[in-house]
Nanobody, 125 residues
Framework: QVRLVESGGGLVQAGDSLRLSCAAS????????MAWFRQTPGKERQFVAA????????NYADSVKGRFTISRDNTKNTVYLQMNSLRPEDTAVYYCAAELGGGYVANNPRLYQYWGQGTQVTVSS
């Protein structure tokens, strides 16, 4: 059983940066592809970014390309989401997810087996 714990959310102004972290435990971190999704009230969970087991392949939603960067440190069992040039529309609860298999960078939340509890990101205008 993999446990994921997100941190780093908060309240920032438009144009600011934040770095989210997701610490994994209870499994072999290198076996998992990792991803970030986000969700706002009343809407479905939305794909943000994904990274394969080695960090060599990434995938981004069009809305965050060029502004967000996903990375991972397998020595620390942690995946990161660096968010720059934040916009009010980036406001959401951000969730970390893990997919056993490791090689894919899927944008479909149904393919991810493990989820964190989420961290709130609020961007004021």
């Amino acid at each position: 059983q993999v446990r994921l714990v997100e941190s780093g959310g908060g309240l920032v102004q438009a144009g600011d940066s934040l770095r989210l972290s997701c610490a994994a435990s209870g499994g072999t971190f290198e076996r998992y592809a990792m991803a970030w999704f986000r969700q706002t009230p009343g809407k479905e969970r939305q794909f943000v970014a994904a990274i394969n087991w080695s960090g060599g392949t990434t995938n981004y939603a069009d809305s965050v390309k060029g502004r967000f960067t996903i990375s991972r440190d397998n020595t620390k069992n942690t995946v990161y989401l660096q968010m720059n040039s934040l916009r009010p529309e980036d406001t959401a609860v951000y969730y970390c997810a893990a997919e056993l298999g490791g090689g894919y960078v899927a944008n479909n939340p149904r393919l991810y087996q493990y989820w964190g509890q989420g961290t709130q990101v609020t961007v004021s205008s």
